[in-house]
């Protein structure tokens, strides 16, 4: 499916049906090896295979052979770890790995879109509906994202320790539902925050930069 619509993908497999022991040998005549500590070596690297299949695919795999434990205990029969992924990227081996360790990222992201913007049930029973409406919780997820990574650029912000984003919750509950009055005067109708807001000069900042 993701080859016939052109989209790149790491799919992790199964690798139940196969020997550990015959992925250390591929590992071995294939891989780059690094010793990351005294009795433990990586194999990283990629091979092809095409056996029942239109095109060749290329697997990417890591590879741990391990002679004595992170605690220092001598093993009798080494330990192998393997892991491996269906890949469309031509990346290095080791970049291809670290970007599918990174997918609880990309999760928590769809997580937040779900929660925080009510979207874990959609309104609708037709598919076009509810696209739209997902289209607008994403034009809106991004506004708040927007808001949030440029609250993070100054030191104006309340916060108790340097954060690197602040999650949707939490730009929704200081930035966007701030006290504030509708207020006639001088012929004309404003919009009056509370001077005593800790979150008002943030707020401020990100309105003229955002206006600008």
């Not at 992790?12 to 294939?30: C, D, G, I, P």
């Amino acid at each position: 499916m993701c080859i016939q619509e052109g989209v790149d993908y790491i799919i992790k497999r199964n690798l139940r049906h196969e020997s550990l022991e015959q992925w250390f040998s591929v590992a071995q005549e294939h891989g780059d090896c690094e010793e990351e500590r005294p009795g433990k070596w990586v194999y990283t690297g990629s091979v092809y295979r095409d056996r029942g299949l239109e095109h060749p695919l290329r697997i990417v795999f890591r590879v741990v052979h391990r002679h004595v434990s992170s605690t220092g205990q001598m093993l009798l029969v080494p330990e192998v770890e393997v892991e491996t992924y269906w890949t469309s990227l031509s990346d290095p081996a080791a970049t291809v790995i670290e970007l599918y360790h990174a997918h609880g990222t990309s999760e928590q992201f769809h997580s937040e879109l779900k929660t925080e913007l009510d979207l874990e049930r959609l309104p609708s029973g037709c598919f076009d509906t509810n696209s739209l409406v997902l289209q607008f919780g994403l034009l809106v997820y991004n506004l708040l994202r927007l808001i949030g990574q440029e609250s993070l650029r100054g030191a104006d912000a309340p916060v108790r320790r340097k954060r690197t984003r602040r999650r949707i919750r939490t730009v929704i509950q200081n930035l966007i539902t701030l006290a504030s009055r509708v207020v006639y005067h001088a012929r004309g109708w404003r919009l009056v925050f509370g001077l005593h807001s800790p979150w008002l000069p943030v707020f401020d900042r990100i309105y003229m930069v955002l206006l600008c």
